[in-house]
């Protein structure tokens, strides 16, 4: 975490451990199971992006806007002239159908078709919801999920954690979120620069 180094010392360098650490420490829960199931998305779909837009903690919001700000050197002003009249992600980069944060998405992009869910019925990992034609993942039951033998990711799980990371669970839509913590940031960057002067 080399490009948290300018804010070592402070509540924001705490705040960015904390979220990134978390990201870290469930990756290998969704490559277990995704690879078990033979679970992946096809290498140039983006679908998902094109019709949602994320809700997001203050503290992924701060992930996201540090990444852009300090890693990627990003002028943050698409997202003030970014609507709600998009349909599509503000992160989504159409050209190359990928997400122009990665590393630092949210929990709902890190569990959609990563994880399964708790419905009425039991376990169920349904798999896409905007299948290309032929490639729909068949839904895998809650026999075919604990017969496995793995530990199972669950939605609800990982996103009740995202939520205990901070003081409140509080969500807002992505480039709102993002565009606050992005003036945090600068603030932050503000205050570092003229204590070092």
């Known amino acids: ?42 290498t140039v779909c983006g679908r998902c992006c094109e019709r949602f837009i994320p809700d997001v903690t203050r503290l992924e919001a701060l992930a ?5 700000v300090d890693v990627q050197g ?35 992009c890190r569990v959609f078709c990563s994880a399964a ?27 075919g999920l604990t017969s496995s033998g793995i530990r199972i990711p669950l939605m609800d799980e990982y996103g009740e954690a995202v939520d205990e990371l901070q003081s409140s669970c509080e969500r807002r839509l992505m480039d709102e979120a993002v565009l606050e913590e992005a003036g945090r940031i600068m603030l932050y960057k503000l205050m570092i620069d003229q204590g070092a002067s």
């Open 1 to 42: 975490m080399d490009d948290l180094d300018a804010y070592r010392g402070t509540a924001l360098y705490d705040d960015l451990v904390r979220i990134r650490s978390y990201y870290a420490s469930i990756e290998h829960d969704f490559d277990l199971f995704t690879g078990h199931f033979s679970i992946s998305c096809p």
């Open 64 to 68: 996201i806007a540090q990444t852009l």
């Open 74 to 108: 990003r002028d943050l002003d698409f997202l003030e002239h970014w609507s709600m009249s998009h349909s599509a992600c503000p992160l989504y980069d159409p050209s190359s159908h990928r997400c122009t944060a990665y590393a630092v998405r949210p929990i709902v």
């Open 117 to 143: 869910s708790r419905t009425r019925r039991g376990l169920r990992f349904g798999g896409c919801a905007l299948p290309e034609e032929g490639s729909r993942v068949d839904a895998i039951d809650e026999e």
